[in-house]
């Protein structure tokens, strides 16, 4: 399946993906991840998007974009992928319009997770990611801690509160979503490929996107 997730940072989107990726070989791109990767490596990319993202700003769309066409053309997206956190504003949708026409590859729907603020807001200030730039599982102090406090259950690393996740970083990221990210579910529409779908659960938002894709 060749999807994007929409939805404000919390709404579930790295956890929607991951489930999906299960179905059909699909595989999950989020340029939040991929964007840690390169910061935690120490890499030019990681130095350019590093104060960015520590404030809750978007990174510059010439670099996004410069990361999506390389990584669009790798061999594993062949079966599908799901673009979890890209597009962020209209300038990136209208890049990857083009980019996609050029690789002819066509997209099959662009989902809108629709999730409450206060279940945003509650999510955000208790998840907790594991620091291994290759693992990246995600955890919630309250529903999904880690067996052993504080260490990943998947590869053992420390498990942190993002630099991105205190209460100020949060709300500035609401309001950045707000702003520059909402307003590409009117892009979407336009283009006949938009599915909303209200679910604080995951499984009722997996569920909803297969029964739309036939699955
Ligand atoms: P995320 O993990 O998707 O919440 O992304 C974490 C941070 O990475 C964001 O707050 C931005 O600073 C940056 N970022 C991720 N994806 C994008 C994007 N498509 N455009 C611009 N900045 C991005």
Redesign the pocket.
């Known amino acids: 399946m060749k999807l994007i997730l929409l939805g404000a ?1 919390g709404a579930g ?2 956890t929607v993906a991951k489930m999906l990726t299960a179905i059909d070989g699909s595989v999950q791109i ?4 991929i ?2 990767g390169e910061v935690q490596a120490g890499s030019d990319l990681g130095k350019q ?1 590093e104060e ?2 520590k404030k ?6 010439s670099l ?1 974009m410069g990361i999506m066409e390389k990584r669009l053309q790798q061999p594993d997206c062949a079966k599908g992928f799901l673009l ?6 209209i300038p ?1 949708a209208e890049a990857l319009k083009e980019l996609l026409a050029k690789l002819s590859i066509k997209l099959d729907m662009v989902v809108s997770i629709d999730v409450p603020r206060d279940v945003i807001l509650d999510r955000l200030t208790t998840r907790r990611t594991c620091s291994n730039s290759d693992c990246q599982a995600i955890y919630n102090v309250k529903s999904q801690p880690p067996k052993q406090e504080g260490i990943c259950d998947k590869c053992g690393s420390p498990v942190i509160q993002r630099d ?1 996740e205190t209460v100020e970083a949060i709300s500035h ?1 609401l309001e ?1 979503y707000n702003q520059k990210t909402a307003p590409l579910v009117g892009f979407y529409e336009k283009e006949g490929l938009l599915k909303s779908i209200t679910g604080t659960s995951s499984d009722v938002v997996v569920n909803a996107i297969k029964s739309e894709l036939g699955l």
């Open positions: 940072p989107k790295g989020s340029t939040g991840d964007l840690r998007a960015f993202m809750g700003d978007l990174v510059p769309d996004i979890d956190g890209f597009p962020r504003t990136q991105d990221r950045t």
